[in-house]
C-alpha cells in the first residue's frame, strides 16, 4: 500500500485526532522453499507442500474434487483402517486413497494420496515421497553437476533447498576448494592396543573455514603417524576453532603413542551424503576380545609425563597398585589441560566475575614505596611476566594503593598490594566460609584421600572491568592495575568460595571438599576414587580452572589438609607446624631485654597452640597462666568511697616477676601435648556419641568420643576446655559441673548432639544439684531450659567410687578425672563401675524444672488445679520448681519445711501424678489427713490440740497460714515478686519417699 492509499483511508477521521504513519516494512514471504509443482496425470497441476516431518502424502478435498473433475474414470480405494496421528496427538480418518500418477522434479512416481477433511494445502508430500525422489534425482548426472555448484551462486532459499536434498549442510563461499587442510594432533595421545579411539585434532589457522559446512575427514597421504595405525573416513561439521574429531583405530598388541603435531588426516568439502542399508549378511565380527595387558611401567609413566609437559606430576607416591596408577595416567592423559605449565599459567573461570562495591567513590592516590635498587630486576620481571599472562595491565586510573614485596623462602618475589584504603570503603560481601571442624569431620569411612590446589589460586577470577581502576596500585615502573582477582580485597575470599560452590556444591561434603583453593577428593575405594577424580576434573575443565602439578597429591592414605594430616584412622597434627611450635623457648616469648614477658609474642604463641587445643585435653586450664599474661599484670587498688567497700582491679604492663614457675610449667606442658600426636577419630554420625565432662576451679573440659566397632576402648573425636570468668571462679562445685555440663552440651558440641542420644559422663551428677537446691536462679533455669531439648543418659562416677580425685583436692583435670579415664580404659570396665541415670530420667527432671505447673486461684478465690500455666523459661518460681521435682525424690514435710537432704543413692522419677491420686495419697498419709482436718474446719488448733499430736503434724501446722485445699488437695501457697500472683504447691505424701 502506497502513501496515497493510506491518506484516503484515513480520510474521514476527524480533525481532533493526529494520524502518525511509522515505517514498517513488509518483510516478502519466503515459503517458495517448501512448495513444489505436481503434475498429476494430464494437465492436472497441484500446489504441494514439502513436509519432511510427515510419513504420507495427503491432499485436501478441495484438491479431491480437482482430480476427480480431471480425472473421471478415477477410482478410490477405502482407508477405514487408516488413521493419521499429529505430532500434537490430533487424530483424523481419511476418507479416501486415491493413487495418483505425479511428476515430481522430472521424477514420474505413483503417489498414494490420503484424503484428509479440512486440510488446507492442496498437497503435502511427505518422506514416502521425497526418499524416492532424491533416489531417483542421484541417478541423473544434473543432480550431482548443482549440488558441486557453490552457494554464493545460489539463492539462500536454493541453498536450503539443495541442503535438503543433498542431507549436508552446503559449502558457502566463492568456490568449493578441493582440500581444506590437514589436521594435527595437539598432544600426545596414548592409543591402547585392538582399541578405536576418538581423538581431536586441529586445522591449521590458515586454513580458510565455512563454520557448520559438512566435511568429509580421510586418512591424510603426508604420512607422519606410525604406519600400523588406521584412520577412519569421519563426516562432521566444521567447528568455528578448527577442532576436527578423528577415529583412531589401534590393531596391534601394544601401545602406540601418536606424538604432538603428528599429521592424521585431511579434511575435504562434502557435498551430499547418502545412507546406504546395512546388507544383513554382514555380522558384527569386527569385535576383538582383549587381553588384559600389564601396567605401563614407572619409568614409561614417567616418560608419558614428561611428554605432556607434567613432569612435577608425582604418580609414584599413589598408594595403590600399578594398575589403578595406570587408570589415573589415563584421566590425567584425558584432561592434561586442567594442569598448569608454570606458576602463571593459570586459568580464567567462566561465568563469574568479582565486582567491587563501594561506599565512597572519591579517588585516593598513595606514593609507592622505596625499595633497593637491588631488587629492581626482579620485581620488573614479574610485572613483565604478571602483564604477559593478562593478570595486570597498564593502567591510567585515579586511584592508587601501595605495592608490597613479600620474598618466598625459595628466593622468589611475591606481588602484593596493599588495599586497606580500599576495604575501608568496599561494601562487605556476606557469602560464609565453611567451618573447618565441619569439613575435616565429612571424612569418615574413606580411605583415599586427593589434595590439590588452585595455581594462583584468587588469579582464576577475572575482575569487572569498570571496577578493575579500583585495583591500581604503583611501583617504580609506573601505574598498573589487575585484570584477575588479587589478594588482599576484603571480598576475595567470599567471592572465590561462592564460585567453588557453584562448581562443587552439590558434591561437597560427600566427595569434595573446598576450603578456598585448597580442594580434596576422597573415597572408600581405588574405583570410586577414580570415578571422583574425574568428575572433579572434568567440571575444572569445563570452568577454565587449572590446578598446581606439583602440589597434587593423588589417591594417598595420608595427606596434609588444612594444617592437619588426614588418614583412615583419623586426624593428626602436622608434625611440620608442632616442630616450629616445640622450637619455641620462653627466651623466644620475652622483649628485647630478655627477661620482661612479650604480650604480643605469647598471644603468638598462643595462637599456633589453640588451632590444635581439639587434640590437647584441657588445653584452656594448662594454658592459664600464659592466658593471664596476655591482659598484663594485675593491680588492685582498695575502695574506700561508698557504703560498700571493693577493690578497683586495673592492668599494667608485665614486668620481669610475672614470669613465673607456672608460666614455665604451661609452656613446657603445652609444647608436650603437642608432641604425644594424638589421633582424633572421624565422627560416625551412625553411630551414637559418648561425651565426658569435667570441672575445676581452673576452667571447664570435655571429651566427644565413640565406641567404634571392635574396639573396646572410646577413640576421641575432639577435646574442648576453657576457663572460666571471675564470676565463674565463685560457683560452688556442684553448680560448676552442672555448667560444665551445659556448655558442653549446649554450647560446644551441640552442632553434633542436637537431635541424637548420645551418653553424658561426670563425676557428679547434675541432678543432685537441681533437685535439691532450694531455690534455682534465672541463669539455672536457662541451663536447664537448654538441656531439655536434648536426649541423652548420664553416667556418674559416685563420690566414694572417685576417692583419688577427692583426695587431689580436685586438681584441674587429673589423671583419673571421667574425661581421662573414658579414652584411656575400657568402656565396658566403666559401665560396671559407675551409676547410672536412663530411660528418660534426665529429660523428665529438665523438662519438668523448665515447664513447671502452677495451680491458680480464680477471682472468686477458689483454687482451680485443671487451670494450669507455664512459666516462661529462665522466669522466677524456681523454689516451686524445686519443690515440685523434690516431692518426687524426698518427700513433701522435708521440701515444705525448706530442708532436703542430699540424694545419696540415684533416684528414679514417677510418672506424672493424677489429680485424684494425689487426694487418695494425701487422704492416707496419716500426717496430712490431720492437717487436712484442721484446714477444712477453718479455725487454727489451739496449743492444747497442737501439743497432742505427732511432730511431724506440729512442723507443719507452723505453716497454717500458708495451706490451703482446693478440690481435696493439700497445697501451700507462695507469691512470685516477678510474676505478681500466687503459686499452689500440692504436698507430697510421704508415701512417695522411697
Same mark, same amino acid.
Given at each position: ?43 492436472? %497441476?497441484? =500446489? ?89 534425482? $542421484? ?10 555448484? &557453490? ?25 568449493? @576448494? ?47 603417524? /606410525?604406519?600400523?595405525?588406521? #584412520? ?31 599429521? *592424521?588426516?585431511?579434511?575435504?568439502? +562434502? ?7 546395512? @546388507? ?22 614417567? $616418560? ?13 607416591? +599413589? ?30 573461570? =567462566? ?116 571496577? =578493575? ?5 604503583? &611501583? ?16 576475595? @575470599? ?26 580434596? %577428593? ?5 574405583? #570410586? ?23 597434587? +597429591? ?46 604480643? =609474642? ?110 573396646? *576402648? ?20 556442684? $553448680? ?8 558442653? *552440651? ?32 534465672? !541463669? ?10 536434648? &536426649?541423652?543418659?548420664?553416667?556418674? #562416677? /559416685? ?10 583436692? $580436685?586438681?584441674?583435670? #587429673? ?10 580404659? /575400657? ?14 530420667? %534426665?529429660?523428665?527432671?529438665?523438662? !519438668? ?68 491420686? *494425689? ?21 487454727? @488448733? ?23 485445699? !482446693? ?28
Amino acid at each position: 500500500m502506497d502513501y496515497e492509499s493510506l491518506c484516503q483511508m484515513f480520510s474521514d477521521v476527524t480533525s481532533d485526532k493526529t494520524v502518525i504513519f511509522q515505517g514498517v516494512q513488509k518483510v516478502p514471504k519466503a515459503d517458495s522453499l517448501f512448495y513444489t509443482s505436481v503434475s498429476v496425470e494430464k494437465d492436472l %497441476v497441484l =500446489k504441494a507442500l514439502i513436509d519432511s516431518g510427515s510419513m504420507a502424502c495427503t491432499i485436501s478435498e478441495s484438491a479431491e474434487e480437482r482430480v476427480l473433475k480431471n480425472i473421471p474414470d478415477m477410482t478410490s480405494q477405502s482407508a477405514e483402517d487408516i488413521v493419521i496421528v499429529g505430532c500434537g496427538g490430533h487424530r483424523v480418518a481419511p476418507t479416501a486413497v486415491y493413487d495418483l500418477k505425479a511428476t515430481v522434479y522430472g521424477c514420474s512416481m505413483i503417489i498414494p494420496a490420503l484424503v484428509v477433511p479440512g486440510q488446507t494445502e492442496e498437497m503435502i508430500l511427505g518422506t514416502n515421497v521425497i526418499k524416492r525422489l532424491l533416489m531417483q534425482l $542421484r541417478e541423473t548426472d544434473g543432480y550431482w553437476r548443482l549440488m558441486s555448484k &557453490s552457494s554464493n551462486n545460489e539463492s539462500d532459499e536454493c541453498c536450503m533447498f539443495l541442503s535438503l536434498f543433498s542431507n549436508a549442510e552446503r559449502w558457502r563461499g566463492e568456490s568449493i @576448494p578441493e582440500k581444506v587442510g590437514t589436521v594435527k594432533l595437539q598432544r600426545s595421545v596414548m592409543l591402547e592396543p585392538q582399541t578405536e579411539h576418538l581423538v581431536w585434532g586441529k586445522l591449521p589457522q590458515s586454513s580458510v573455514l565455512s563454520v557448520g559446512s559438512t566435511v568429509i575427514v580421510e586418512p591424510t597421504k603426508s604420512r607422519t603417524r /606410525p604406519r600400523q595405525i588406521l #584412520v577412519g573416513r569421519v563426516i562432521t561439521p566444521l567447528w568455528g576453532d578448527g577442532s576436527i574429531p578423528l577415529k583412531v583405530i589401534n590393531p596391534t598388541n601394544h601401545r602406540v603413542v601418536l606424538k604432538r603435531n603428528a599429521k *592424521i588426516a585431511d579434511v575435504s568439502p +562434502c557435498i551430499a551424503v547418502q545412507d546406504l542399508p546395512l @546388507p544383513k549378511q554382514i555380522q558384527s565380527n569386527l569385535q576383538c576380545t582383549e587381553e588384559p595387558l600389564p601396567p605401563r611401567s614407572s619409568e614409561e609413566m614417567k $616418560r608419558v609425563l614428561s611428554d605432556l609437559d607434567l613432569g612435577e606430576l608425582d604418580l609414584e607416591s +599413589c598408594e595403590v597398585s600399578a594398575h589403578w596408577k595406570d587408570k589415573l595416567l589415563q584421566i590425567i592423559e584425558n584432561y592434561e589441560s586442567v594442569f598448569s605449565r608454570d606458576k602463571m599459567d593459570c586459568g580464567e573461570a =567462566k561465568g563469574f566475575v568479582h565486582r567491587i562495591n563501594l561506599t565512597d567513590d572519591r579517588p585516593f592516590r598513595f606514593p609507592y614505596r622505596r625499595i633497593p635498587p637491588s631488587q629492581y630486576a626482579k620485581l620488573r620481571t614479574a610485572l613483565n611476566e604478571m602483564e604477559e599472562k593478562g593478570i595486570i595491565r597498564k593502567s591510567h586510573s585515579d586511584y592508587a594503593s601501595p605495592l608490597v614485596l613479600v620474598w618466598k623462602k625459595n628466593g622468589d618475589l611475591r606481588i602484593c598490594t596493599d588495599f586497606r584504603w580500599l576495604n575501608a570503603r568496599t561494601v562487605r560481601d556476606a557469602y560464609p566460609l565453611p567451618h573447618q571442624s565441619d569439613v575435616l569431620a565429612a571424612l569418615g569411612g574413606n580411605t583415599f584421600f586427593s589434595t590439590m590446589d588452585l595455581t594462583s589460586g584468587y588469579y582464576n577470577v577475572p575482575l569487572e572491568e569498570e571496577h =578493575k581502576k579500583y585495583t591500581a596500585f604503583s &611501583s617504580p615502573f609506573g601505574l598498573h592495575e589487575y585484570n584477575r582477582l588479587p589478594q588482599g580485597l576484603s571480598n576475595s @575470599p567470599a567471592t572465590f568460595m561462592r564460585m567453588m560452590m557453584s562448581i562443587f556444591g552439590d558434591e561437597n561434603f560427600s566427595s569434595v571438599l573446598c576450603y578456598l583453593d585448597d580442594l580434596m %577428593v576422597f573415597a572408600p575405594s581405588e574405583s #570410586v576414587a577414580l570415578q571422583r577424580l574425574e568428575m572433579f576434573l572434568l567440571r575444572l575443565s569445563h570452568h577454565n580452572l587449572k590446578l598446581a602439578p606439583k602440589k597434587c +597429591c593423588f589417591l594417598r592414605r595420608s595427606v596434609k589438609f588444612l594444617g592437619h594430616i588426614v588418614c583412615e584412622e583419623g586426624i593428626k597434627t602436622d608434625p611440620g607446624k608442632v616442630e616450629a611450635i616445640n622450637s619455641i623457648q620462653a627466651s623466644d616469648l620475652m622483649e628485647p631485654d630478655g627477661k620482661t614477658p612479650c604480650q604480643k =609474642k605469647i598471644r603468638s604463641f598462643l595462637g599456633m597452640v589453640l588451632y590444635y587445643q581439639h587434640f590437647i585435653e584441657g588445653c584452656s586450664a594448662k594454658a592459664k597462666p600464659l592466658f593471664k599474661l596476655t591482659s598484663g599484670s594485675v593491680k588492685q587498688t582498695p575502695i574506700t568511697k561508698g557504703r560498700n567497700p571493693r577493690k578497683k582491679i586495673s592492668y599494667l604492663k608485665l614486668s620481669p616477676a610475672d614470669w613465673t614457675a607456672d608460666c614455665e610449667e604451661a609452656l613446657h606442658t603445652l609444647k608436650l601435648e603437642l608432641t604425644k600426636n594424638v589421633t582424633l577419630a572421624h565422627p560416625d554420625f551412625d553411630r551414637p556419641f559418648v561425651l565426658a565432662v569435667d570441672a575445676s576451679f581452673d576452667g571447664v573440659g570435655a571429651v566427644l568420643s565413640q565406641v567404634l566397632p571392635g574396639e573396646e *576402648i572410646a577413640r576421641p573425636i575432639a577435646f574442648a576446655s576453657r576457663t572460666l570468668s571471675r564470676s565463674q571462679m565463685n560457683y560452688p562445685a556442684h $553448680r560448676l559441673e552442672f555448667f560444665a555440663l551445659k556448655w558442653a *552440651i549446649c554450647e560446644k558440641f551441640s552442632h553434633w548432639l542436637r537431635g541424637r542420644h548420645f551418653t553424658a559422663w561426670t563425676d557428679n551428677n547434675p541432678l543432685t544439684y537441681i533437685l535439691t537446691k532450694p531455690r534455682l536462679d534465672a !541463669c539455672e533455669q536457662r541451663w536447664v531450659a537448654k538441656l531439655a531439648s536434648y &536426649s541423652f543418659d548420664l553416667k556418674y #562416677v /559416685p563420690g566414694t567410687k572417685n576417692v583419688v580425685a577427692d583426695a587431689l583436692s $580436685r586438681e584441674p583435670f #587429673v589423671q583419673s578425672c571421667i574425661g581421662h579415664r573414658l579414652i584411656t580404659e /575400657p568402656y565396658l570396665s566403666l559401665l560396671k563401675d559407675v551409676s547410672g541415670v536412663v530411660d528418660n530420667t %534426665v529429660q523428665d527432671a529438665f523438662k !519438668c524444672t523448665s515447664n513447671h505447673q502452677v495451680v491458680q486461684k480464680d477471682g472468686k478465690g477458689s483454687c482451680d488445679p485443671t487451670s494450669v500455666g507455664l512459666l516462661p523459661s529462665g522466669s522466677s518460681g524456681s523454689q516451686e520448681v524445686s519443690a515440685v521435682l523434690a516431692a518426687h525424690t524426698t518427700g513433701g514435710l522435708s521440701e515444705v519445711l525448706g530442708t532436703v537432704p542430699a540424694i545419696s543413692q540415684p533416684q528414679q522419677f514417677s510418672p506424672p501424678l493424677q489429680h485424684s491420686s *494425689i487426694v487418695i495419697e494425701q487422704e492416707k498419709d496419716s500426717t496430712l489427713s490431720r492437717i487436712l482436718y484442721y484446714i477444712e474446719r477453718r479455725q487454727k @488448733p489451739s496449743k492444747k490440740e497442737q501439743t497432742k499430736e505427732s511432730t511431724s503434724v506440729r512442723k507443719l501446722l507452723k505453716h497454717h497460714d500458708k495451706l490451703v485445699v !482446693c478440690n481435696g488437695v493439700l497445697y501451700k501457697v507462695r507469691r512470685d515478686p516477678k510474676l505478681n500472683k500466687k503459686l499452689y504447691l500440692f504436698v507430697a505424701s510421704s508415701s512417695w519417699t522411697p
